[in-house]
């Protein structure tokens, strides 16, 4: 029994109460009676309030029913009954284009405003990518969404509702008390002005990169590689087929797709944390901002190790988000408005006690003279979010370093056995620097003047370009070099074993052990 029937029941009991305390005639039951009818008209008042904010809790009512809902005039000849007459709405041909216009961008508007994430699909996106517009022929638009976003939209119905929007068609992808054949890819459709829209649910969240493509005289999020995914779903869709409105196959090309672009599940757990998505949603801005201004900031170590292997965090490092930019690029960080962010910066000369020197002392390792930044940190004006950026320095003619700061009695150990026991083996991880010279890092615990002088060398070259690479749902600019960079600093079976949370060499499965194509 659903809950909007249950109040109703009650609404109806308290209107008999109401009515037998009337008829009695007792100053008592007379305001029983008043009491009980005022609870009575507020239950009846909030019941369809409370229907629309549990849609799908009675699917087979809600899927048709159109409540009290005032539809418009050219929505009328489709509604018999109070109920959506699907069979009628869907034969009536190609869609209105101007309606259908307005439709999507007003429901676009109420997406990006609530933060849903979704994307154009099939034939909508074909139609925007290839002829620039509506296909030919078309009936509908199509739209793709996550189950977790198609809950919040489900929250906010009655905002669509005061457009004009008519729910009919759940499927309830997202509820997970109904059996697999109750469930369906279409999550909902929206009908406004004799158009409707579908709603696709094929993930519980969208595993892979957007971007913005302009589509209606404004912009839609697609698939990032949207070129791509229409090749899985349509093969050849650059050639127009009079007979096809892109009924593509999500069954022959989601998954090809999501297996190619798509983050691995183990990643989606550290995103959907308590900080998680608020970290990538910085991160990611400070990112595009930083490459606008031409000061690009960009992940390093194993934060660039985590967005190429595993398009995210670390899944055993979890939210740990390294970052560095070039040293010559500091006095234009700092005195740039960056808008909601703030920067400042350390000095070595400001460095605290617990820095352990025997991996760096703070000096040019060809110069020796003293480094001006170790570090900046990056703020959010308007919340507690904060990060440290390394800097990367000019070392021998063609190379940078990135000098190797290592907390005393924290990270040196765990730093000296990982790169000597599995990366140095391989040909990668940090080095003692002398000049034009490097050493591995075994031999600094064998001579006394080593200290101090331990780095990553990289390539200017493998430094000098970005491009934009998948972070979860968004993206981030990372080095055209990167796997070059992460070669050379974790070794050659960086791809095939990572460390686990207890610090142990385990092989990566297939479906992560590869670098995503750069």
Same mark, same amino acid.
């Given at each position: 029994?659903?809950?909007?029937?249950?109040?109703?029941?009650?609404?109806?009991?308290?209107?008999?109460?109401?009515?037998?305390?009337?008829?009695?005639?007792?100053?008592?039951?007379?305001?029983?009676?008043?009491?009980?009818?005022?609870?009575?008209?507020?239950?009846?008042?909030?019941?369809?309030?409370?229907?629309?904010?549990?849609?799908?809790?009675?699917?087979?009512?809600?899927?048709?029913?159109?409540?009290?809902?005032?539809?418009?005039?050219?929505?009328?000849? !489709?509604?018999?009954?109070?109920?959506?007459?699907?069979?009628?709405?869907?034969?009536?041909?190609?869609?209105?284009?101007?309606?259908?216009?307005?439709?999507?961008?007003?429901?676009?508007?109420?997406?990006?405003?609530?933060?849903?994430?979704?994307?154009?699909?099939?034939?909508?996106?074909?139609?925007?990518?290839?002829?620039?517009?509506?296909?030919?022929?078309?009936?509908?638009?199509?739209?793709?969404?996550?189950?977790?976003?198609?809950?919040?939209?489900?929250?906010?119905?009655?905002?669509?509702?005061?457009?004009?929007?008519?729910?009919?068609?759940?499927?309830?992808?997202?509820?997970?008390?109904?059996?697999?054949?109750?469930?369906?890819?279409?999550?909902?459709?929206?009908?406004?002005?004799?158009?409707?829209?579908?709603?696709?649910?094929?993930?519980? %969240?969208?595993?892979?990169?957007? %971007?913005?493509?302009?589509?209606?005289?404004?912009?839609?999020?697609?698939?990032?590689?949207?070129?791509?995914?229409?090749?899985?779903?349509?093969?050849?869709?650059?050639?127009?087929?009079?007979?096809? &409105?892109?009924?593509?196959?999500?069954? &022959?090309?989601?998954?090809?797709?999501?297996?190619?672009?798509?983050?691995?599940?183990?990643?989606?757990?550290? !995103?959907?944390?308590?900080?998680?998505?608020?970290?990538?949603?910085?991160?990611?801005?400070?990112?595009?901002?930083?490459?606008?201004?031409?000061?690009?900031?960009?992940?390093?170590?194993?934060?660039?190790?985590?967005?190429?292997?595993?398009?995210?965090?670390?899944?055993?490092?979890?939210?740990?988000?390294?970052?560095?930019?070039?040293?010559?690029?500091?006095?234009?960080?700092?005195?740039?408005?960056?808008?909601?962010?703030?920067?400042?910066?350390?000095?070595?000369?400001?460095?605290?006690?617990?820095?352990?020197?025997?991996?760096?002392?703070?000096?040019?390792?060809?110069?020796?003279?003293?480094?001006?930044?170790?570090?900046?940190?990056?703020?959010?004006?308007?919340?507690?979010?904060?990060?440290?950026?390394?800097?990367? !320095?000019?070392?021998?003619?063609?190379?940078?370093?990135?000098?190797?700061?290592?907390?005393?009695?924290?990270?040196?150990?765990?730093?000296?056995?990982?790169?000597?026991?599995?990366?140095?083996?391989?040909?990668?991880?940090?080095?003692?620097?002398?000049?034009?010279?490097?050493?591995?890092?075994?031999?600094?615990?064998?001579?006394?003047?080593?200290?101090?002088?331990?780095?990553?060398?990289?390539?200017?070259?493998?430094?000098?370009?970005?491009?934009?690479?998948?972070?979860?749902?968004?993206?981030?600019?990372?080095?055209?070099?990167?796997?070059?960079?992460?070669?050379?600093?974790?070794?050659?079976?960086?791809?095939?074993?990572?460390?686990?949370?207890?610090?142990?060499?385990?092989?990566?499965?297939?479906?992560?052990?590869?670098?995503?194509?750069?």
């Amino acid at each position: 029994m659903s809950v909007n029937t249950i109040l109703t029941i009650i609404a109806v009991g308290l209107m008999g109460i109401s009515l037998v305390c009337f008829l009695l005639k007792s100053q008592i039951s007379k305001k029983i009676s008043y009491v009980s009818l005022f609870l009575a008209i507020v239950l009846l008042a909030i019941n369809p309030m409370i229907i629309r904010e549990s849609i799908g809790e009675n699917n087979s009512k809600y899927d048709t029913d159109i409540l009290n809902i005032n539809v418009d005039e050219l929505s009328k000849p !489709y509604i018999k009954a109070g109920k959506v007459n699907q069979q009628k709405l869907f034969s009536k041909g190609e869609m209105n284009r101007d309606i259908q216009k307005e439709n999507l961008i007003l429901l676009k508007d109420v997406l990006t405003s609530h933060n849903i994430k979704y994307f154009i699909e099939s034939g909508t996106l074909l139609g925007a990518v290839r002829d620039k517009g509506f296909i030919k022929g078309d009936e509908d638009a199509d739209i793709s969404i996550g189950k977790h976003d198609m809950s919040k939209l489900r929250k906010i119905y009655s905002k669509l509702e005061k457009l004009g929007f008519i729910s009919f068609r759940n499927g309830l992808p997202e509820r997970d008390d109904l059996e697999e054949n109750e469930r369906s890819w279409m999550s909902m459709s929206l009908l406004r002005k004799g158009e409707y829209i579908d709603f696709y649910t094929l993930f519980d %969240t969208i595993p892979f990169s957007l %971007t913005l493509y302009p589509f209606l005289g404004t912009q839609f999020p697609v698939p990032y590689y949207y070129e791509e995914w229409l090749d899985e779903l349509y093969g050849d869709w650059r050639t127009p087929d009079p007979n096809d &409105r892109g009924n593509g196959s999500w069954e &022959r090309g989601m998954p090809k797709y999501v297996k190619k672009w798509g983050v691995v599940k183990e990643n989606l757990d550290i !995103y959907y944390s308590s900080n998680g998505n608020k970290e990538v949603h910085h991160l990611h801005k400070i990112s595009l901002l930083s490459q606008k201004m031409g000061t690009p900031i960009f992940p390093r170590q194993g934060f660039l190790l985590g967005i190429v292997r595993h398009k995210g965090f670390l899944p055993n490092e979890g939210i740990d988000a390294d970052l560095a930019c070039f040293v010559h690029d500091v006095p234009k960080i700092l005195n740039s408005d960056w808008g909601e962010y703030e920067f400042k910066c350390g000095a070595c000369d400001e460095l605290p006690a617990c820095w352990d020197r025997d991996f760096f002392n703070g000096n040019h390792p060809v110069t020796g003279e003293s480094l001006k930044y170790y570090e900046l940190i990056v703020t959010h004006k308007h919340s507690s979010w904060k990060e440290s950026i390394g800097c990367y !320095y000019k070392y021998k003619p063609g190379y940078y370093y990135y000098p190797l700061w290592s907390i005393k009695e924290q990270n040196s150990d765990n730093e000296y056995k990982l790169s000597v026991e599995i990366y140095n083996q391989k040909g990668g991880g940090n080095k003692i620097l002398l000049g034009y010279d490097e050493l591995p890092l075994k031999e600094l615990y064998n001579n006394e003047s080593y200290k101090g002088k331990v780095g990553v060398i990289h390539k200017i070259s493998d430094l000098e370009k970005f491009i934009p690479a998948l972070f979860y749902d968004t993206f981030i600019y990372i080095p055209t070099g990167s796997k070059n960079i992460l070669l050379n600093e974790y070794g050659s079976n960086v791809f095939e074993y990572m460390i686990d949370k207890k610090g142990k060499k385990v092989k990566l499965n297939s479906s992560n052990s590869k670098p995503r194509k750069l």
